[in-house]
């Protein structure tokens, strides 16, 4: 065959097809061989295939399997034909079982280390996917897991090749198909990313970012939303979310639109909290990734995230809070927005107080600065006769929310208030623990303000008074602020003595508290300030801080002692060094050098496991939007 050209081959062909038509299954075991040796002949066995019928399945794996080979070895001004003649024969598989079996062998292929034989294997999949004797349903879950596995190929061409092999396939299901499998897309694409880049909030996942990258996606996601069963809603939704995760903020533009209205019509709707806080994850998500091009939706999403925030469920107030929080970066004039939250902390529901407190704290502490000035004094005068609030909840958000504020408020009226307000101990214990948060919040949210118009030295004496109380709330808010404190101050010469006097009260509370909750918390600030990334404190303040904490290991009490192992791992940095440690045992006297010793190879395990350098989780203000 290979020896004769023009007609002669012509016929040559046409015999064989002729008796491949009324003998294929006698002939095919004996043509195949002769078909695939090197160089392949794809060309006659297109020719042949278009004849065979379903003897050819029996086959496939042979003759697939030496399309590709020879696809790798043509020269390229050949290969445009070549593959002419290699899509021919995906083209003739007219068969369920030979779907299955093409599909089978397509998928093995396109984990070939050879980029060669992936790029090839991309293409004759698009191929099958665009043969109209296929039934993609059957067959569509395959087809995801295969292609969307190569959507972050190294190679470029396999990714774009998959892509619209995956585009084809899906936008051919039926939308009650498509809403039925919104759970395997999902899982599809979970199986798709790499275990580690899922811990990635920064991985982009390469097929989504093309142009237009994700609109088969989100068009699937979409008919789930708008006409799937709750339970299908939902898993749309959070389908939804990780797409929008692993897609740049370029190739997510295009679908803003398709994106957004869908999450905002539902959350009008009376759905099941899980339905709506998965749809205010998605829509804070997309703030963070798109930002401005949400603009021509800000008053329809302020409006919904402002409705979320009287819901009846905690979770679903508190994701509103966090989206609105979110949102308010967007906004230029943002002073409708805070009236409208400030009125809703005089709400008579205490839920709805809280919530409205939370998301006045978050929305002030980003888009603060661009309220007026007459509307700063209101609020401001609201959170003053709020700090001894009757509920501890309430104190607590308002400490914050007075930090929040004073990153912006006119510096005059700001001084005021925390001369007149704040640091002179109140009269009831609920005030002084208002105080006592407020100094908290400013330390949290206002620090690099509050040296610039040096009121360190004086907010420290009101700490330190707070710090030595005998009531648990006023003595861990005041903690807090210590902690909060020390990390501003450390490795900076400016409040050198403040950082001392806290520092040495602080271990004073570690050791001897005025209770074990005290004596926990206290613990735990020292265990946050040394995962904050400040430089370790100096030589004799971490002694001072060791000694206490060295005690309070020998402690029956469980909490008191595992917090102290915690706290000593991290102010000793055991996990990357014992230079620290080795220095301090030479000065330890011979009690605290006793226990040293026999609690430092606990302290090296304690200090190799994850809990110890993740993110501090008794932080008083734990419930407040992250910012």
């Known amino acids: 065959m290979e020896t004769l050209e023009g007609e002669e081959h012509e016929y040559l062909i046409g015999a064989l097809q002729e008796i491949m038509q009324a003998k294929s299954k006698v002939v095919l075991p004996y043509m195949v061989p002769k078909l695939i040796q090197k160089p392949v002949n794809i060309g006659a066995l297109a020719s042949l295939s278009s004849v065979a019928g379903t003897a050819l399945y029996e086959h496939l794996d042979t003759i697939i399997t030496a399309i590709l080979e020879g696809l790798c070895e043509v020269e390229e001004g050949e290969i445009e034909k070549e593959l002419e003649h290699a899509n021919l024969i995906i083209s003739s598989i007219k068969e369920m079982d030979g779907h299955e079996n093409t599909l089978e062998i397509l998928e093995e292929m396109l984990k070939s280390e050879e980029t060669k034989m992936r790029l090839y294997s991309s293409i004759l999949v698009g191929t099958l996917c665009k043969n109209t004797h296929l039934e993609v349903e059957e067959h569509i879950t395959v087809l995801w897991k295969c292609l969307l596995s190569q959507f972050s190929d190294s190679d470029k061409d396999v990714v774009l090749n998959c892509w619209n092999a995956f585009n084809t396939a899906t936008k051919r299901l039926s939308s009650g198909d498509q809403v039925r499998l919104v759970p395997d897309l999902k899982m599809s694409i979970y199986l798709a990313i790499d275990p580690r880049n899922r811990r990635d909030p920064t991985y982009t996942l390469p097929g989504f970012c093309l142009p237009k990258g994700l609109a088969t996606v989100v068009a699937l996601y979409r008919e789930g939303i708008l006409n799937g069963s709750p339970e299908l809603k939902e898993q749309a939704i959070l389908g939804l979310k990780e797409a929008v995760q692993y897609t740049s903020q370029p190739a997510l533009k295009p679908s803003v639109v398709q994106i957004t209205g869908p999450l905002i019509r539902v959350l009008g709707e009376r759905y099941t909290p899980n339905i709506k806080t998965a749809c205010l994850d998605t829509l804070s998500l997309l703030i963070d990734k798109v930002k401005v091009a949400l603009k021509p939706f800000l008053s329809q999403l302020q409006t919904t995230f402002m409705k979320s925030l009287n819901d009846g469920t905690r979770e679903v107030r508190e994701k509103g809070v966090t989206a609105l929080t ?249 996990k990357s060094t014992e230079d620290i440690a080795k220095r301090l045992s030479a000065s330890l006297d011979p009690k605290s050098l006793e226990i040293f010793n026999r609690f430092l190879p606990s302290a090296k395990r304690v200090a190799a496991e994850n809990r110890t350098y993740t993110s501090h989780d008794n932080n008083i203000f734990s419930f407040l939007p992250a910012v």
């Open 326 to 574: 979110k949102l308010v970066s967007l906004h230029n004039r943002v002073d409708n927005l805070f009236t409208d939250i400030h009125h809703g902390t005089k709400n008579e529901n205490l839920s709805t107080r809280e919530t409205m407190f939370a998301a006045l704290q978050g929305t002030m502490y980003i888009g603060g600065a661009n309220m007026s000035a007459n509307l700063a004094l209101s609020i401001s005068v609201t959170l003053t006769n709020h700090l001894g609030a009757p509920e501890d909840s309430i104190r607590t958000a308002n400490g914050a929310c007075i930090g929040s504020l004073a990153t912006f408020l006119n510096e005059e009226e700001l001084e005021k208030i925390i001369r007149d307000k704040i640091l002179p101990q109140g009269p009831s214990k609920e005030i002084r623990h208002g105080q006592a948060l407020a100094i908290a919040g400013l330390m949290r949210y206002a620090p690099t303000r509050m040296s610039k118009m040096d009121l360190i030295e004086d907010l420290t004496v009101s700490l330190l008074k707070f710090m030595d109380s005998d009531n648990v709330q006023v003595c861990n808010a005041a903690n807090y602020a210590a902690g909060r404190l020390i990390i501003h101050l450390q490795g900076s010469d400016e409040n050198v003595e403040c950082l001392g006097k806290v520092v040495l009260l602080l271990a004073k509370n570690c050791g001897n508290g005025a209770s074990n909750d005290v004596r926990c918390f206290a613990n735990d600030m020292v265990h946050m300030i040394n995962i904050s990334g400040v430089e370790p404190l100096s030589d004799d303040m971490v002694k001072s801080l060791l000694v206490p904490l060295l005690d309070s290991t020998t402690k029956k009490i469980p909490l008191v002692r595992s917090s102290s192992e915690v706290a000593i791992a991290t102010l000793l940095r055991l």
